[in-house]
């Protein structure tokens, strides 16, 4: 019932209703006084129905003139409070794993960050193109604190119906720096697969064609989002996955996921073409070694993970999607720091010592990490 009464009042917000969490108040002019009654689901046995009324005044609503708890009455079942024990627990347990998994992220990100940035020689274009990946990382676990600390820190408040500028710009700066972290992705396999199809490429160039993709696709795409969600949209904290605009940011990351899909088949076959075609000696063998484990190394790279849960809707499979793509995905940040900084044989300090000072950056560029 209040499912169905809190959507009835969604409809009605243009009309400037708002919803307090249990009723639906309508539009009122200043001065002017409404009166609903008690909900019937919590209207005490065999009494009248209970009128409760508030003031409309330049500050707002008034507070009910009869509170809830005392005008209505409703007993919930042992079971209904084991329910509600129970599905607290569980979010409060997820939003406990998913920061621990993104605070965990951050900080190897972060010093991933500084180690490649205090090595100048270990800047080519394959580890300019993982530091901006290391970024988009860092910069979603920020967005993630900032959306939590600012939708969800009032538990009494209802944010489905609150809306302000602050928990605007909180919302469209999670969905920028997601976005940003996609469009990386993509650029990660997208370099790769470059790589192996042509041998000479001029790796510098790729970068500066490659890094509009990366920070330009998601820029764009968050104003326009932002721009018709304030035309036509412009309800709660603007984070309602059920809106048709919601699309707009929906679509540019399923064609991420699936361009990597299509990318990690390809490389696949590329390497396993390359070992059949001719006999290889020893340092051939090691080479395509290296390749076959970088290309197993790619499922936490290019986010292939997402697959799974990419093209199901979004209230299909709501908790085993929650922990895959929440407690699973907080650490994906971490993973790639790992394997692409700290599990680098290229960026450790002893190797680094060893590197002559004559060495060419762009020598490193057919070393697939």
């Not at 928990?167 to 976005?179: G, I, R, S, Y």
Request: aromatic share 14%.
């Amino acid at each position: 019932y209040q499912f169905y009464i809190k959507n009835e009042c969604k409809l009605k917000i243009k009309t400037n209703a708002a919803w307090d969490g249990v009723s639906c108040w309508p539009a009122a002019s200043e001065g002017e006084i409404v009166s609903v009654l008690c909900p019937l689901p919590l209207l005490k046995p065999e009494s009248p129905p209970v009128l409760i009324t508030r003031s409309c005044s330049v500050r707002g609503w008034s507070k009910p003139s009869v509170p809830y708890y005392e005008a209505c009455y409703y007993e919930a079942s042992e079971e209904d409070e084991d329910m509600e024990e129970e599905e607290r627990n569980y979010f409060d347990t997820l939003k406990l794993m998913y920061s621990v998994g993104y605070g965990v992220s951050l900080a190897a990100l972060l010093v991933a960050a500084l180690v490649f940035c205090c090595f100048r020689k270990l800047l080519c274009t394959r580890n300019y193109i993982h530091l901006n990946l290391f970024v988009t990382f860092m910069l979603r676990s920020l967005a993630v604190f900032i959306k939590d600390s600012v939708l969800f820190a009032d538990k009494s408040m209802d944010h489905c119906t609150v809306s302000t500028l602050r928990c605007k710009a909180a919302v469209t700066f999670f969905h920028f720096c997601v976005l940003s972290n996609f469009s990386w992705l993509l650029v990660e396999g997208l370099y790769l697969q470059t790589l192996l199809l042509f041998t000479f490429a001029q790796t510098r160039k790729l970068f500066w064609i490659y890094a509009p993709i990366g920070w330009g696709t998601p820029s764009v795409t968050v104003v326009i989002w932002a721009l018709l969600k304030h035309q036509l949209d412009d309800e709660g904290c603007w984070d309602n996955l059920e809106s048709r605009l919601w699309w707009i940011i929906k679509i540019p990351i399923l064609l991420s996921i699936l361009m990597n899909f299509v990318i990690f088949l390809n490389i696949s076959r590329i390497i396993v073409q390359k070992t059949k075609a001719t006999p290889m000696n020893q340092s051939e063998t090691q080479l395509y070694r290296r390749l076959v484990r970088s290309t197993l190394l790619l499922i936490p790279l290019f986010g292939l993970h997402y697959v799974v849960f990419a093209l199901f809707p979004e209230h299909v499979g709501v908790r085993p999607r929650l922990y895959f793509e929440l407690v699973l995905g907080s650490f994906q940040g971490f993973i790639v720091a790992l394997l692409y900084c700290f599990l680098n044989g290229e960026v450790s300090f002893h190797n680094k010592l060893k590197i002559s000072a004559k060495r060419n950056p762009e020598d490193d560029e057919k070393m697939v990490v």
